[in-house]
């Protein structure tokens, strides 16, 4: 089924695999609302003084000019005004967040399902234009950390929902590295944050060696940073690991307290799903607290499929801050994964169940009627265009993946054809209905 | 409700106006998929030289540049490589359909629900993003006429399931005025449509003068164009009117045969919302038969909800073509309306049905299984993220919208409260369900 893209990093689905797309876009959905997230879009395009408030983007922007504009283009680059299109959901929330604020009710809890562009080089798992679905909590000055934890939970239950490979949320605190690497003495936590990074790409000799050399670091201080990091446990047992390398610090204690509140809540409600993981840094990124990654088991290389964690000073607004915690599921990175490698599958390739057959030409009415009947119970159903041989739309509805073709004689008598078994029966419009199982498309994982 | 969007012609909605906007984009997908439409979103982007394929556009198109990109910017406008953002969904679709050929079963039946952009001055109704739904159907070298009246069928059906005003699909067809234009002598008739597309905006005298001015037509030419664009009737009459202004020529056959077709359907499936108007030209687009403009009765200034038609010539492969027939519906334009002018609402803000109050902070994990046993039965439920007094936990659910809090003492007797009455009575969380009408958000019309 894989395809190639017509412009490479811009992946299109044929209608089959866009079933697969749809049916995680409804699955995240139904779960995000059933824990009373309510949804919001952002428009596409923000200005790129909003891109770089937060300072350098380390992300490729694609900026917009007006092709019959003949002022030029060249004024995007110099111009904060200058329209760019988002490149995450986060950056625009906040700002819908600080425009909106008296017309939201806080703690707000909302979910955003959009495409975000990035100027990348493409390559396997990273598109130049994908969906992300994003869910978050954000408070009004202050946010209960039990957030945190919430976040978490909903989304394993999210990922849980999906004809996905098994998963696991690596997770971490920076309250909980900060604070170690200070007492340590090692001050440039996040020179320290970006070396670690690194870790799984160059290897802790790699890192010892930055640690040393671009930040100063005693062999001591990177053997220890680099112990803190090796660290890894799927309950709380981390916090006496970390306790065992002697450091002292309050930022460390209140991070292994609230790491520990997270792990220990998932151990109880998302068994197997979580892990503490102290290697996890999340980069450059604007996180404060909890810091997330998830990979799925078995595709490692495909890199986090769901990142996010605390924010305590993304928006603010004069004096009023609003500390969220959020969490963003790589929704095309995921899919096409899934339709690379056959993971899950539609059961039919259109979302008809019935096609409704002509006897003859002026029949197209009479079996419009029926369609309508048909319909009006929920069931799928097209008309045939033309009365061609039944053999002929037979034909025709096995080529579309239609199962039932329904056919009404010259006296009215209504039959209903199953063409994968060949089963026809006596069926009345008012009241036939096919299976459960035949009358929506169902996506299922495939093992 | 209706606030500025910070930026000029991006429309963004709060959740509460997000709830309207998501019940019409889940009805339209209801209907379109009832009527065995598959779903496919094409990219965002498109390559210039495709936006400009079929000759000049007359849309103001977004352009796309690299922020970080060194070569500048100025290279969009000149390179047909360049990537700019699509500016309706027609055309992207055409191109999906000639790359993807190989792999649709045809006629292909197709719904897309997408941003489109647009770089226009914006107005009232007439945004620079905005949401259009689109169905289609292709057909591999021919494609039956029989789908120029479904599709108009299924339009009206999707639009009458909206919590909107009444509407009236206004129909044309351009063979039949391309082929009186001919009868009558005036042999430009791309010419003579693009005057008659000004009828609404200038008025017949203006437009006489236009047609004898810049056509050449005589005087009595200029007329019988006019008298033909006066035509509107509610049934198939307009067939008589038309043969009473004495003109003869085969494509004006052929075109009043088939508009006749999509009248009379529609008067026995669709009454009162359909009307031939022999003014409709549809101007400069790739049209070549059924041409439809929709207009909200009582919000005719707003232009347009809904157009399209018939192209036969839209997309081709070497010496297949691809001819098609399809109406796009403006989501934004619809929903921007409705929402200014409160002609819908939401019946809850959120889509939380239950708030799960905390008797102290160490109940927070019991309330979190009484909401997961609410869940399972697909009631929305969120847990209070602090033990306040209930009095204040009551006031939260109330700000946010919620209409049940759930209470559970220290002897695990469960109660719940409906706030918007009072009520307050014994539930089991395994058995416990709000009323439909409570279940979910609803979105109904305002009378």
Same mark, same amino acid.
């Given at each position: ?24 876009? &409804? ?108 869910? &978050? ?42 604070g170690f690497y200070t007492g340590i003495g090692l001050t440039d ?7 670690? &990074? ?163 030409? &002026? ?8 369609? @309508? ?56 419009? @008012? ?17």
């Amino acid at each position: 089924m894989a395809r190639t893209a017509s412009l490479s990093g811009f992946p299109e689905w044929l209608p089959e695999e866009r079933l697969v797309e749809l049916h995680v876009l &409804d699955t995240l959905r139904r779960t995000f609302e059933l824990h009373g997230f309510s949804s919001i879009e952002t428009r596409a395009v923000e200005t790129v003084g909003q891109l770089l408030r937060k300072g350098e983007i380390d992300k490729e922007v694609y900026g917009l000019s007006r092709l019959q504009d003949d002022e030029g283009d060249t004024a995007a680059k110099a111009d904060p005004h200058a329209l760019a299109l988002h490149f995450d959901l986060t950056v625009p929330f906040a700002r819908y967040v600080v425009e909106n604020a008296g017309y939201l009710a806080f703690p707000f809890r909302r979910y955003q399902i959009q495409k975000v562009w990035r100027g990348e080089r493409p390559q396997e798992g990273r598109a130049r234009e994908f969906t992300q679905a994003d869910i &978050d909590v954000v408070g009004d000055g202050e946010l209960p950390f039990r957030y945190d934890v919430e976040i978490a939970l909903v989304i394993a239950e999210a990922l849980n929902a999906l004809p996905i490979p098994d998963f696991l949320l690596r997770i971490n605190n920076r309250k909980l590295a900060e604070g170690f690497y200070t007492g340590i003495g090692l001050t440039d936590t996040a020179g320290v944050l970006r070396s670690i &990074d690194k870790l799984e790409k160059v290897g802790p000799a790699k890192v010892a060696e930055l640690l040393k050399e671009e930040l100063g670091a005693t062999e001591d201080q990177a053997q220890a940073a680099l112990k803190l990091a090796g660290i890894r446990t799927k309950d709380t047992s981390f916090v006496e690991q970390v306790r065992a390398l002697g450091v002292s610090n309050e930022l460390l204690e209140e991070g292994l307290h609230e790491l520990e509140q997270v792990i220990a809540a998932a151990v109880q409600r998302a068994p197997g799903r979580v892990v503490a993981d102290l290697s996890i840094a999340r980069g450059l990124d604007y996180y404060t607290g909890t810091v997330v990654e998830t990979i799925l088991v078995g595709h490692e290389q495909l890199g986090s499929i769901c990142s996010g964690g605390r924010y305590d000073a993304l928006a603010s607004k004069g004096n009023r801050k609003f500390p969220g915690v959020g969490l963003s599921i790589g929704v095309t990175r995921l899919v096409s994964r899934i339709l690379s490698q056959d993971l899950a599958k539609a059961s039919r390739s259109v979302p008809t169940a019935v096609l409704v057959a002509l006897n003859d030409d &002026d029949s197209w009415g009479a079996a419009q009627d029926v369609a @309508a009947q048909l319909r009006s119970r929920g069931i799928a159903t097209e008309v045939a265009a033309k009365a061609e041989k039944f053999g002929k739309q037979i034909k025709f509805a096995d080529r579309r993946g239609i199962p039932f073709v329904w056919f009404t004689d010259d006296d009215g008598k209504h039959q209903v054809k199953d063409i994968r078994s060949g089963e026809q029966y006596d069926a009345d419009p @008012a009241t036939w209905t096919p299976s459960e199982e035949d009358l929506h498309v169902r996506v299922t994982a495939v093992h």
